[in-house]
């Protein structure tokens, strides 16, 4: 979800959740928090318009397996495979158009966040 500012946004998000932010970080220009199944993304306009068309974050649990097999059916990588503070994540367009993030968790944070 895109929102205007974390710290307005993150009291609401938590108390919906009823939990604390499981992670906050900042990833270029954005900020970034996950808040229970929610993912906040803030930052102005000209930073997150171009992931406003990105369906995820999709978490699988092993991205290389994810794009071999995706590749093989006419996916694209488009961005990554990227390092970040939640692990490992890639870019990659479906056959039919669709821009999708996919991510595997590293150790820490799968812990982290199911426990």
Known sequence: MFVADLDTALPIYEGIVGAPTDLRFSFEQTEIAAVGDFLLIAGSPEHIDRYRSTVGPVIVDDLDQLITQLT??????????????????AYLRHPDGTDVEYVEWSPQVRTRVLG
């Not at 093989?72 to 994540?89: I, K, L, W, Y």
């Open 72 to 89: 093989a059916s006419e996916a694209a990588v488009t961005g990554g495979p990227f390092t970040s503070e939640t692990g490992r994540f």
